[in-house]
């Protein structure tokens, strides 16, 4: 069951890689705004001189909302995609429907996807917890799945 | 050996699933602490008049006690738990004792409970960090055998 | 294929138990920070008179730069860490050859732990950079690899 070669497993493998980079390019769109806005940094030794900041000051080393924002974002990844990512392997072994499959895990990663662009340009609140809560309340149906199914039911 | 119907992995997938909705819940609960504080919040944009923020204003987004303390309870989750997922599931595969499996899962879940509680209910750091104790060292203690196994020994 | 006596396999956990060892210690390096410092504590009721803290002060929930670079570097593998446990697990089972998982997997280990030396230290941005992108880099692949592997390619 555990084999890229099994359709429901290749569906979660496919889900968990587009998050596990999703997560991963959190931190170098921090560096690309770092980089852009020349600040948002946070060790003191980053206001040193070197060849990459010529022309260091401790401004840099105040918080910069665009830099921020995308740190949010990444919180927020850290918060949900390793539950999922556990939760969906999980899942496949109570050997779901392929399609009901496809639904929640396509589905999560969808959510997420809009959680991100929504937070990005900073849409209301309600906009961006919509999109959290569908992917979260995947995650929870997943989780209570396999918690039945160990226990036997 | 990966299998539901495996007691001892069964035993994982119920403590994995134990803690994965442990962890999702204190994003609930953080929702929950901002709508009963209404504050709280973390981005400009959630200060901004909508259906359910009706009469905003600036204090809304300043750091707020009852919120920071379940952020602070879900850092911490995160700082553990997806390598208790991790840990627990290698764990399995050096094909343990039942009864010990059990005991080091379930009594995994059972500190992160009670440093929970201890943490919610602001008891005195002695008594959180000792039920965070007991589950880091439940964590290492799996850890190494999984790395001794692993190793050939 | 998921077993402790495959090479590849017992690469991979070599390697997972390394980096959860090492997230692990950072919580550990955090209390013997903040014990070393008297302070860099976080909760209200850390500046209760207890056993361990006979002489309370409101400074102690100060933030404290010897405590903040840990989590910091902490903060750091939250990011990092459960994403390569995920990954590396998966790519094992696109079937790589023994020497390019050691070098990946085993590569990702030595280049966190040199990034965890150059930002212990305080080492300029660009050496730190330079581990981290390392160690993101072989993440990216690994995941890519697997995308592909279950994407039929």
Known sequence: MIDLHNAVFATYAIAACLMILKAVSMSWLTVVRMIGENGGF??????????????????????????????????????NLPFFLAAGFLYVLTGPPLLLAQWLL?????????????????????????????????????TVRVLLAALGY
Chains 1, 2, 3 share one sequence.
């Open 42 to 79: 946070r060790n003191p030794e980053d206001t040193k001189k070197t060849p990459m900041n010529p022309n260091p000051s401790p401004a840099q080393i105040q918080p910069n909302e665009r830099v921020e924002r995308i740190r949010r974002i990444q919180q927020n990844d850290l918060e």
């Open 106 to 142: 396509y589905g999560y990663v969808v959510s997420r996807l809009l959680h991100f662009a929504a937070y990005f340009t900073g849409q209301i609140h309600e906009v961006r917890a919509t999109f959290w809560s569908i992917g979260s309340l995947i995650l929870i149906f997943m």
